[in-house]
């Protein structure tokens, strides 16, 4: 609900704070004190058009603030969530109006376009005035109206569930058909991409596995050419065995051999000779077995090149990565499998859809025919609220019409409108184009009394629905607004002392001047100065005691 208005410097107000609660609030006051400016300023925090001359005289900006209170359950909370708004225990739709007449909005204090601002206004309040009707006045709210009153929501979710089920069908169908129409126009280069991928055989992975192993081959072959020129250092340079370390030191060993007797002191030397040439021959043969280890396998370095090229090759060609390689081969194949069986599939697909079709048309025309039960009995209830509302002769017709099969949707087959009409032998027209603007505040109320229980709207504003009546007639509209506020919260701008006295809250507009300027004040109103009040409504500018003990009995 509506749980406080803050308004600054809007046309005659200066500053204003409303503290709003629950049931009946009745707003009453003279003639141009300023009870429209209230409602325009509650507008514009619901997203209304915003004009320059809504800005007081003499100010930069004015801004309304609008607090509601909401269930957790609250459609609005949902667009709040889509919109990626944080959802708050309080709702603050807030609108400020520069004196150029530019306006920007808020949601909780971010910023927001006015669209949204005007698709929550719709969600939280009505407004059923002499001259602005929204919320019963549009079409689109009567089908969920008139489910709401005969109890059909399973019956409208079941349809619901059924639309999407059918939609989901044809759209499965649809893609079935377009990607055989698509394979079907590159079959033959499908065809050959699946041949000559399936012939590569692509593995996942594998890219990185070859380019490694490459890797580590290449850095084997640079290690045994080294051996190799280590080993060649050590070896003989010419077929007679010649020039080589080893030879050296065996002609170094037989030239100290020849020396002449005695040579003692070549014993040492000839020894170390000796030692070195087991070392050179051990590490000779070291090195012979390491460059046997070492020696990649040629033939295996030319295949791992060949397979790596051959994969990069092909990525090339379809313009992906190697990594992505064994996907797309499935998917080229997933596409040839559909152009190879998708008469089959899409036979299936199309019965699938037939007769998701068939169980959405099922469920649509009980649909159907229960909206129409609900519709006798809505009218019926309704009539029996027009009568003391001195609308006797009006009624309201419920209108099902069947949509064309384009128009379905996951609200039924149907075009629910509420028509009315006035007078006897009267064709019903739209509400708003048969019933004048106190006829139609009225037929709203009656409308609004029955169905108030399925209302999503927690908060319904009323401006001066007892115009042109009085006496048992205001009577009944007191009555009536007052049924309605036991299950939503009610505003309602009155000239009725009938229906003021109704009110649970009763707030007084007056219009007086301050600083020489003229200000719209409103003040709460207890029990005394209600009193006062309602014997003024009765009694005129001169307020007697007759006034005083009727505005008793109608406060009793």
Not at 464 to 470: F, K, P, R, T
């Amino acid at each position: 609900m509506l749980s406080s208005l803050a308004i600054r410097d809007v046309v005659l107000i200066d500053r204003l704070d409303l503290a709003l609660g629950a049931g009946l609030t009745v707003l009453t006051g003279e003639t141009g004190a300023g009870k429209s400016i209230l409602l325009d300023s509650l507008g514009l925090a619901l997203g209304q058009r915003a004009e320059a001359g809504m800005v007081r005289g003499g100010q930069a900006q004015a801004s309304v603030a609008a607090c509601f209170h909401l269930a957790a359950d609250h459609p609005a909370n949902a667009v709040l969530a889509e919109q990626g708004i944080e959802v708050e225990e309080d709702l603050v739709l807030r609108r400020v109006v520069q004196a150029d007449g530019r306006s920007r909005a808020f949601v909780n204090d971010q910023p927001v376009g006015v669209a949204l601002l005007r698709r929550l206004g719709a969600l939280l309040v009505e407004v059923q005035g002499q001259h602005d009707q929204v919320g019963l006045a549009d079409p689109a709210t009567h089908a969920a109206l008139l489910d709401a009153f005969g109890a059909l929501e399973a019956d409208r979710m079941g349809v619901a569930e059924a639309y999407r089920a059918w939609k989901q069908a044809e759209r499965a169908l649809r893609e079935a058909q377009e990607a055989i129409a698509q394979a079907q126009r590159d079959e033959e280069w499908l065809r050959h991409a699946v041949e000559e991928l399936s012939v590569l055989a692509p593995v996942e992975g594998e890219e990185d596995a070859l380019a490694n192993e490459r890797q580590a081959m290449q850095q084997g072959e640079r290690r045994a050419e080294a051996v190799a020129a280590a080993l060649s250092e050590l070896q003989p340079r010419d077929r007679r065995g010649s020039a080589g370390p080893a030879a050296a030191l065996r002609n170094a060993a037989r030239a100290l051999e020849r020396l002449p007797a005695p040579n003692e002191e070549a014993s040492p030397i000839l020894a170390a000779l000796g030692q070195a040439q087991d070392s050179l021959a051990e590490a000779e043969a070291m090195l012979e077995r390491l460059g046997a280890d070492l020696g990649p396998d040629p033939r295996r370095l030319e295949q791992v090149e060949e397979r790596l090229f051959a994969l990069r090759a092909a990525a090339r060609k379809h313009m992906v990565a190697v990594v992505e390689l064994p996907a797309l081969l499935a998917d080229l194949a997933s596409r040839l499998s559909a152009l190879d069986a998708g008469a089959e599939r899409a036979a299936a697909l199309e019965q699938a859809a037939t007769a998701a079709r068939t169980a959405y048309v099922r469920r649509a025309e009980a649909l159907s025919a229960a909206r129409g039960g609900a519709a006798r009995a809505l009218e019926k209830a309704v009539a029996q609220e027009l009568a003391p509302l001195k609308l006797e002769r009006a009624r309201l017709h419920i209108e099902i019409a069947p949509r064309e099969e384009r128009a379905w949707a996951a609200d039924g087959q149907d075009r629910v409108t509420f028509l009315v009409s006035t007078n006897p032998g009267q064709k019903p027209g739209q509400l708003d184009k048969i019933a004048s603007g106190g006829e139609l505040s009225r037929l709203m109320l009656a409308l609004k009394v029955v169905l108030a229980r399925g209302s999503p709207v927690p908060t319904l504003v009323f401006d001066e629905v007892d115009s042109g009546i009085g006496g048992a007639t205001a009577a009944a509209v007191g009555e009536r607004l007052a049924r309605v506020a036991e299950r939503l919260q009610v505003l309602v701008v009155t000239h009725s002392p009938q229906v003021a006295a109704r009110g649970t809250q009763h707030w007084r507009v007056s219009k007086g001047v301050r600083a020489e300027r003229a200000e719209t004040r409103v003040e709460p109103l207890d029990p005394a100065a209600r009193r006062e009040e309602l014997a003024r409504m009765l009694a005129g500018e001169t307020i007697t005691e007759a006034a005083r003990a009727a505005a008793d009995s109608l406060l009793r």
